[in-house]
């Protein structure tokens, strides 16, 4: 199945806004810095007691080899075992909570890795009217489209992908063998309220080196972005404007326009 061709950044009016794109910079920024509290953080539900993942640990852990031995005759032993785990795990977390499990270095090393990572926002979509409302001055501002696959040859991301959707709990067993994974499904992890984002992230290969370093700006060619699509309440003027920051560029402008019968929104068929 092929991938989206294009991911769009939704961007009001502002003098910050318009100089990254007339010098073709992008920003990563920080979890902590994300309007949703819950986002790209610890503040979220997670579980160290999935039944398959402390399996996965018994089969795996060196140190319970003698019983993996033991169960290689016996699948029922295997099984029994891994059920008395799996509640032992339960009615401890219930007790002491994950910060004093006996696998809390699995929950600090995602914690540190979430803290420290970089992450730049779009999404697939171009016609959603909340993202153009919360987005880009209440369908007054801009979305950008970029060329996926080039972005990504100019940024370099460690990561990119889409945004999951769910209510269900993150398991940070996933993660007990490389932290930066369960740091990755939270990232790429959003609470179901949020699926109207149909969000795709982008990670930064580096970490912030201290709780001062906040961002990272990249540079994107000049190939990356071929259309700029214009909200529905966006006037001349700024269309004037944006055009003289692509004015030796190939890129073409497009405006939002509403559906004659419905308020659906949809991308003008003509160019400005």
């Known amino acids: ?17 318009l100089n990254a794109l007339q010098d073709n910079k992008i920003w990563f920024s920080r979890g902590s810095n994300f309007n949703d509290p ?10 160290l007691t999935s039944r398959e993942s402390i399996k996965n640990f018994i089969i795996n852990n060196p140190t319970k080899s003698s019983l993996v031995e033991m169960a290689k005759n016996d699948h029922s032993l295997l099984e029994n075992i891994v059920d008395s785990q799996f509640n032992a795990a339960k009615i401890q977390l219930e007790k002491y909570g994950i910060e004093n499990h006996e696998l809390s270095p699995v929950f600090n090393i995602v914690s540190g890795a979430l803290l420290r990572s970089f992450v730049c926002c779009f999404s697939k979509n171009a016609t959603n009217p909340l993202l153009w409302s919360h987005y ?6 801009y979305c950008i489209r970029f060329k996926k696959e080039i972005l990504l040859k ?8 889409d945004v999951k959707y769910s209510n269900s709990p993150v398991n940070l067993m996933n993660g007990l063998y490389d932290g930066s994974n369960a740091a990755k499904d939270i990232i790429f992890s959003k609470s179901l309220p949020w699926i109207y984002e149909d969000e ?9 080196v201290n709780d001062s370093d ?7 060619s000049d190939d990356a972005i071929d ?32 559906g004659t019968h419905d308020y ?9």
Not at 136 to 141: D, L, T, V
Not at 200 to 208: F, G, M, N, T, V
Not at 264 to 272: A, W
């Open 1 to 17: 199945m092929v991938g989206a061709l294009y991911i769009y950044k939704y961007r009001e009016f502002s003098i910050n806004n």
């Open 38 to 47: 819950f986002d790209c953080s610890m503040n979220v539900p997670v579980t």
């Open 136 to 141: 880009a001055g209440s369908h007054s501002g």
């Open 154 to 161: 100019d940024l370099l991301p460690s990561q990119h992908g």
């Open 200 to 208: 795709y992230r982008l990670i930064h290969s580096e970490l912030a």
């Open 214 to 220: 906040n961002y990272r700006v990249c540079d994107y």
């Open 227 to 258: 259309c700029i699509i214009l909200g529905y309440s966006a006037g001349e003027k700024n269309l004037k404007l944006l055009k003289s920051i692509f004015n030796d560029k190939k890129v073409f402008f497009k405006k939002i326009e509403r």
């Open 264 to 272: 659906n929104l949809h991308v003008g068929t003509g160019r400005l």
